[in-house]
């Protein structure tokens, strides 16, 4: 009950969406959870005025990192960023985790890559923009890579299923990757 106090102070919105996920974890799998938090995400930003507090810090404060909110029991991460115009993340994975990437204001290019062993090179697969109110889901070992396209730099939400400090993933560098993009 502490941690419902503690949404209350976020605003309404981020208290639903948060008590909502909850509600759907355990009962589901992990593809059924991506998507719940995918869709809820896309709901928060659109029944999130840009008075709510934690709206207000990240446009004001443009923290590069601030956590939201940690589940205690679920163990999942509510991450938030202020990506400013030269933002870049190169290539990596969430090694067994998906995530779900979302832009409450901006727009963001997401590319995700395939490995290749042999030329030990990273294949472009897409290219992505996320942009304002839009969310979107990363499976498990999907290797991708973020770049801030907007003028203005843009308020990012990484919504982790799993704290990733403890969890082994992979990092490659820009340098690694070819332009080709797989038909
Ligand atoms: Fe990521």
Redesign the pocket.
């Known amino acids: 009950m502490e941690r419902l106090t503690d949404l209350q102070s976020m605003g309404r919105a981020f208290a639903r969406y948060i008590l909502d996920i909850r509600q759907g974890w355990a009962a589901a799998s992990p593809e059924v959870r991506a998507k719940l938090v995918r869709d809820r995400m896309e709901d928060l930003f659109r029944e999130t005025p840009a008075t709510d507090p934690w709206i207000q810090r990240l446009l004001t404060e443009r923290p590069a990192h601030l956590e939201l909110y940690r589940d205690p029991e679920a163990g999942f991460v509510q991450m938030a960023h202020y990506h400013s115009p030269m933002h870049a ?1 190169p290539p ?1 994975d ?1 090694g067994e985790h998906w ?1 779900v ?1 979302g832009v409450y204001s901006g727009d963001i290019e997401i590319c995700t890559y395939r490995w290749l062993p042999d030329v030990k090179a990273l294949r472009t697969l897409d290219r992505h923009h996320l942009t304002s109110g839009q969310a979107r889901i ?1 499976a498990a070992g999907d290797i ?1 890579a ?1 770049r801030q396209c907007a003028a203005q730099g843009s308020v990012v939400l ?1 919504f982790l299923s799993t704290d990733l400090k403890r969890v082994p993933r992979s990092h490659y560098r820009w340098e690694d990757v070819t332009e080709e993009v797989e038909s």
């Open positions: 993340s990596h969430h995530v990437y990363y991708h973020t990484r």
